[in-house]
Every structure is written in C-alpha cells, then in structure tokens.
C-alpha cells in the first residue's frame, strides 16, 4: 500500500475510486516523466499564510520570511462553519476504522445515571471535570455525552484531544473547528475576540493540564460549556474555575462478567466465570482489563476451533509459544489476566508483533496503518493494525491510535524494547522522505505529527552514530509542512530539536536556519526578544559561511523585530551604562541646522556645565548614528584629536624651519598691490597680486615665510623697493591709531625676525626698533624681540600678520592687518 496515497482501508470503505474504475490515473512521482494534463510536482513548496498583521512566506530553502501584511492582502473576516461543514470535520478527524472483520459493540455498562447528569449540567451551561484511572471508560463515556448533545448548543460538539496539547494549542483548534479562515492564523488579541463568542458544547479528552493553564482556558471561552476528562494525578483546576466535579469508578463484579460475554460473544464457563471474579477483583473492576481478557479467552476459543479462526480470514500460524493441542490450552494464569499485553502479542501475526515493537520505540505512538507496509516491510501490515485494536491494545488519540494504558510498560518488560534506537532511526528515515515528498498535504503531516516527534525524542539525546544527523534531516523536512499546516506548537518543538541534533552533529547551516525559523516564529506569536536573540545568532552563523541569500532574510526580520520593539539599530546595541543624559536647560545652545548637517560625522566636543545640549527634531536625542555611541564615539574622538595635533606640529614645524633666514627690517602692509600693466581685476582679493615675487617653495628666494608668532617674515635675498617707480607701494602714516583696511584698529608692530620667546609669556610694551641702514648679509644677525603691546581679552581672540615690504624708516601701525581666526 503506497503510504503516500490514501487507500479506501484507511477510511473502512470498499475498493471504489482506483485506477481502472474510471478514476485518473495517479500522478507520476518522477518529475522527468509528467503525464498529460498533470504537472511536474515541485519540491520546494512555498506556502504564505496571514498571521495577525504580518504575511509569512513558508520557504523551505532559505528560511521562511515575514514582512507586514501589505494593503489588498488582508484576509476576509473569519466565517463561521455551517452544520454540515462541521459534521464533515467530525468524521474527518475522527479515528480510522482499523481493517479486518469489525469487533463486537460493547455497550456502556453502569454510566447511564452519570451520563444523564453530565446532560442535565451541560444543558444548564456548566462546565464539568471527569476523573478517572487509565482505561476507566472515560472516552466511551465521552462518545455518549456527545450524541446526546449534538443539538444543545449554537455551534454544536467540538471534539478535542489535550494529548501532549497547550492552552494556546487548544484555543486554536477550537478557533479551526468553529470557524472557517483559510490560510489566516489570527493575532493573540484576535483570537481571544472570536472564541469568546463561540457556544459550544467542548469535549476535551486526554487533558494533561490544570491550575493556571484551565484557568485561562475557561476564562477565555465564557459561551462554551466544558466536559474535561483526565486522570487523577492532573492538576486540579483553580478555586474561581467553578467546574462540577465528577469521578468515573471501576465496574462492579456482575458488569464486568456481562462486559467479558460480550467480548467474548458467548456465556461463560463456570472456571471462566471465578476467573473473571479473580480478575475483577485484581484489576478494581477496569473495562479495559476486561476488554483485553476477552482478547485471551477468543484467542484460546480459536486453538479449540481452526475453522473459526480460518474465518477471520488470517492464515499466520500463532507463535510457537501457544500449544499445539487446542485441548491442553488452560485459562491464562491472574498474572498474565491482569497484564496480558505480551500474552495477547504472542498470539498476534509477525506484521502485529513488529508494529508493537515500533510503538515501544515511538514512546507508545503508533504510526498511520498507510505506513506500516514500508516500516515493517510487509504489504499487509496494514491490517495489523485491525488485530492490535480488536485485543485492546490500542486507544483512540485524536485522529490517530496509541498503545493502551500500561501497555508500554508489559511490552518492554517483555523484550519488545530491544532494538528501539534503530527503529526509531528508521521511523525518522521514513518520515523525513515521507514529509517531504509534494504528494503529502501539510493536512496529513500535521495528523502525523505526535509520531514524528516522537522519532525525534527518541534521537536528539542518542549517542548513536548518525542519530542526530538523520534527526535534523526529519527536522528539516517536516518543519515546513508542520508550519503551512498552522500546528505552531508542533512546528516549534521540531525546530527545537532540529536545533539541538544541528549542534550535536556540528551542521552548522542547518543550526543557522533553525534559528532563523525560530527567530521567525517568535515574531509571529509576539515574543519579541527572543526573536531578536535567534536571528541574531542566525545571522553570525550565516555570516561566517558567507551564505548571503540566508543572512539577507535574516537581517530583514531583524529589522522588522527593531521597528516593532523600538530598540537600537538591528545588530547594534549601546553598551552597558552608555545611557543617554538628560539635558540641561540654563543658558540653552542650539546648533545651526546647516552646521549639524555638515558635521555628522565629528564627535561632539565637551559642553561645560550650564549649558544644554538640545538635539535637533529629526535626530533624537541617543538615536544617533550607531558608530557616535559608545566606545566608537570614544574612538572617533581620540582620532579626530590625534589628527588635529598631528596637523598643528606641521605647522609649527614649517614654521620654525622657514623662519631661519635673516629677516628684513623693512614692513609692508598686507594690502595687494596693482601691478604695473593693470591686470589687477584678473586676481581675486585673497590671492597674490602679479607684481608679487613668484613663490618658488624654497625659503630665501622671494617667499615670504611665517614665523611661529603667525607673522611673515620675508626671506633672505629679497629687496625692497622705496621709489616712485612702485605705484601700488601704500605709504604709512605716523598715526598709531590708524586702522588697517578690514577697518580694526592695529595693536601690533612689525616684527623683524621670528620670535623665540614662548607665546605664553606676558607681553611687554617696548618701543619699536630701528631698521638696519645696511643691506643684509649672508651670515643671520640675532633678532631682537618684536615690540609688543597689551595682550587683547582671551574673549576675543585674534592673529596678527605682518607682511615686509617698502615703507617709510618709522613703522606705521597702520603696516599690520589682523585677520579673523577661521
């Protein structure tokens, strides 16, 4: 049977709808090979969904990506499922019926009063909690509370199983089965606004859960009456729950003698009958113990009668255990009645036993019966499963099957747990290849889904060889249809898994995308900084394999995380303690706009105490550049210094080598002269007039060179002219007091050489020198001090530039011209 493709055994109909019936032909698996009018099947599938506001992309390559859900993609208000729509999902997800000759129908013994006072409570809007041992009746008694209030509330039965489920997994599920939203997984806010409006009546088996996690789960479903079944040792619900307490007890000693006739179809014996009395009393009168006991007294009915067992239509001979003469087959022993699960798996065909040994190895979870022919290696596994049921081997979960209660336990004690690290390695095999394959729905792998983690429970911690590997293969292949499928909760433990068998195999791209998708669903459930925490170690690993198409679609989630969380640019968070200060608001100074926007990459300078520091609207304040916070900023300022004083000993070193040469005594004002042919407009102000000596950058050969005072001094060799043939020479006056042409008054005097006094020194008043009346020679005579005056208010700092040139035998004030300090 192809696991693939649902047969009609799965669904207990007959052999209708196969090829040749006039049904099409199956879709080709080879994708080199289509067949007419039928596609290519792909195998990456990519699926979008709508969860809240966001819009994921399911990308099984790379990592799924979510992005905000953009204008004209908004999903459709959820619609509730009409009667008939909901009695389809009923049958849907109810348990296949296992195939072979169907078992007898056991009636509900010694529950009806209890069964008619969960109807009343439920008519009456009030929830209940029924208690009771493994294999008490529980479900049965569910199936009957069912029936009878199929018509009590608006929005009918819901049928739940809590098995291995939360209480967000639980809202959800009854959010599918009352309304009809495809592809749309509402918000958190959503989905508590659209199930607090559900009426219904709500059966939920199996719950593992109570305390704070009921509690939650009844406050956010007032319009739904509950009928909770659990066994004694699940927590109690809280005190402002208010559910009706119900047990559900053993069966006395004359119903379970009538429940093992049933079983059995025939009157028991008298030595049958004290042995059912024995076991009664050993097993506190449990149905189950007495479903099972009637699986031995068949089995020993059919040693005494082959006929009989030939009619089953089953021609596997029984282990070599059981006695080859009918009649030496005694009653089985207390012991064996009361844990008769290696018993009952003696007289099963190999195909049953070798599926029993696979659930041992799953934890208890038995696989679809579409799988056991690829499993077990048997093309009629299949119908094993039909054996397992009709023994009371199996108890119905959900849609799917699992080992009875205390089964587990029997089966190991009885050798069936040898082996289970292999089969569960080749379970994991199957289904990796199996979910992976485009002919399996993301329906059906969700249906799958308690025994595929069961596979990977069973490898993660192995320490096998290849275990983990083939665990982050299964991983990898189901995750994605776990994810379309909308079982988050199963979706989020195979990524955990996948994740941990990644790191013990040491695969670190497979480990890069689990936590992407990690990352990605704790973005679309809202947990903020635990998304940022998974991308971020996504994007390192990514990074480091330079897997760029991964890295891009980590990042871009990342900085959907930042934008919802309001944090730091993604990736980059200031250090510890490098919070932003206050502002101080005396004496405020605002930074011109064209200033701040010239200098954005320039630490700020210290601001003294008094003064406020206000940031401009569009940048605030800690929400800079990322490299202006923190150490970095640290470091731009030590560089931007270290440049500035690197720049200042250039200067001073240029300085002090040009300022060697023998200095003129003769002063010049800083005004340009014209030159003789008139070309004077052709020269802007700040540049160098055409009669000016050329600057040949050698000292002494007509460049003036500036001393370390800032004044200029002229080199050696350079002649001054006095005569009327220099018309653009400017006369000085003897007015001290005159002013230079930018129109402030001079306070300096020319200096006559360069100034080897520190400029920290006092400055003295001395009167000006008289110029040599002899030319200059070639050897340097000693400078004298430059006459100086009062040094000016440090509030306003100023140069002064004094450029030789002819002027009268008296220096003129007028002869220096102080310029601005840029």
Not at 207 to 219: M, Q, Y
Not at 296 to 305: F, N, Q
Not at 653 to 681: C, H, I, K, W
Not at 702 to 728: M, N, Q, R
Request: hydrophobic fraction near 35%.
């Amino acid at each position: 049977m192809d696991p693939n493709n649902r047969g009609p055994e799965e669904y207990g109909r007959d052999h209708d709808g196969f090829e040749g019936d006039g049904m099409p032909a199956r879709q080709s698996r080879e994708p080199l090979t289509p067949e007419f009018g039928l596609h290519a099947p792909q195998q990456a599938r990519t699926v979008q969904l709508i969860s809240g506001d966001l819009l994921l992309t399911i990308n099984p390559v790379d990592g799924s990506e979510v992005e905000p859900c953009p204008p004209g993609r908004q999903p459709e208000a959820p619609v509730r499922h009409t009667a008939t729509e909901r009695a389809d999902r009923e049958r849907a997800a109810a348990p296949s019926v296992p195939p072979g000759p169907p078992g007898p129908q056991l009636p509900l013994l010694e529950r009806q009063e209890l069964r008619d006072r969960l109807v009343r409570l439920l008519a009456r809007g009030r929830s209940v909690r029924v208690t009771g041992p493994s294999g008490s009746g529980r479900t049965a008694l569910l199936d009957a509370v069912a029936t009878d209030c199929a018509d009590l509330a608006p929005d009918g039965v819901v049928r739940l199983s809590g098995h291995k489920r939360t209480t967000t997994d639980l809202q959800y599920a009854l959010f599918e089965a009352v309304y009809r939203a495809p592809s749309h997984r509402p918000g958190r806010e959503e989905l508590l606004g659209l199930v607090r409006g559900i009426g219904a009546v709500v059966i939920l088996d199996d719950l593992e859960f109570g305390g704070a996690g009921l509690d939650e789960l009844l406050d956010a479903t007032p319009e739904c009456a509950f009928v909770l079944a659990a066994t004694p040792d699940v927590a109690a619900p809280g005190p402002d729950a208010h559910l009706e307490e119900l047990s559900v007890t053993g069966l006395s000693r004359s119903a379970s003698i009538e429940l093992l006739e049933k079983v059995v179809e025939r009157a028991l014996t008298d030595d049958e009958a004290n042995w059912a009395g024995d076991l009664w009393f050993e097993s506190e009168g449990l149905p189950l113990r007495f479903v099972q006991a009637g699986a031995l007294l068949r089995h020993r009915d059919d040693l005494r009668d082959p006929e009989a067992f030939d009619a089953y239509g089953s021609d596997t001979p029984f282990a070599p255990s059981v006695p080859a003469a009918a009649e030496d087959a005694p009653l089985p022993s207390l012991g064996e009645g009361a844990a008769p699960a290696v018993l009952l798996a003696s007289r099963l065909s190999e195909a049953a036993r070798e599926t029993l040994r696979f659930a041992v190895a799953l934890g208890g979870e038995v696989p679809h019966q579409a799988h056991l022919p690829a499993l077990v290696g048997d093309t009629h596994a299949d119908a094993a499963l039909g054996e397992l049921f009709g023994c009371g081997l199996l108890s119905p979960a959900g849609p799917r099957y699992r080992l009875a209660a205390g089964v587990v336990a029997q089966l190991e004690a009885g050798g069936y747990g040898e082996g289970a690290a292999d089969r569960a390695k080749t379970a994991a095999q199957h289904y990796a290849w199996w979910a992976g394959h485009p002919s399996v729905t993301c329906e059906r792998a969700v249906a799958e889904s308690d025994a595929v983690l069961a596979s990977l429970a069973q490898l993660v911690p192995g320490g096998l060889a290849g275990q983990a590997s083939v665990a982050v293969l299964l991983a990898r292949s189901a995750s994605p249809a776990f994810a379309a499928g909308m079982q988050w909760g199963a979706w989020e433990k195979v990524l955990r898994m996948g994740q941990e068998g990644a790191r013990i195999a040491g695969e670190v791209a497979e480990e890069a995308y689990f936590h992407h998708e990690l990352g990605v669903l704790a973005l679309c459930t809202g947990h903020l900084e635990r998304a940022r925490a998974e991308l971020e170690a996504s994007i390192g690993m990514r990074g480091a394999l330079a897997d760029k198409s991964g890295a891009v679609a980590g990042r871009r989630a990342l900085a959907l995380v930042s934008d919802r969380s309001g944090g730091q640019v993604p990736g980059i968070r200031p250090p510890a303690g490098e919070e932003p200060s206050p502002a101080r608001h005396e004496d405020a100074v605002l930074t011109p706009p064209g200033v701040a926007a010239a200098l954005p990459l320039f630490p700020r300078l210290p601001v003294p105490d008094g003064t406020a520091v206000i940031s401009r609207p569009d940048t605030p304040a800690g929400r800079g550049p990322a490299f202006l916070r923190g150490a970095r900023r640290n470091l731009v300022g030590a560089s931007a210094g270290a440049l500035l004083v690197a720049l200042l000993g250039t200067v001073v070193a240029l300085g002090t080598t040009s300022g060697g040469e023998e200095p003129d005594s003769r002063n010049v004002t800083t005004e340009q002269s014209a030159d003789e042919d008139g070309f004077d407009d052709e020269f802007p102000e700040d540049e160098p007039a055409s009669g000016a000596p050329e600057k040949s950058g050698t000292p002494g050969e007509g460049t003036p060179s500036p001393g370390p005072s800032g004044h200029a001094t002229p080199s050696a060799g350079t002649t001054p002219s006095t005569g009327p043939s220099d018309p653009g020479a400017t006369r000085t006056t003897d007015d001290p007091t005159s002013t230079s042409p930018t129109g402030r008054p001079s306070t300096g005097a020319p200096t006559t050489g360069p100034t080897t006094k520190p400029p920290t020194k006092p400055p003295t008043t001395k009167p000006p020198t008289t110029p040599p009346t002899t030319p200059p020679t070639d050897t340097p005579t000693e400078p004298t001090d430059p006459p100086t005056t009062e040094e000016p208010p440090p509030s306003a700092p100023e140069t002064s530039l004094a450029v030789t040139g002819p002027s009268q035998d008296t220096p003129s004030a007028s002869d220096s011209v102080q310029s601005p300090t840029a």
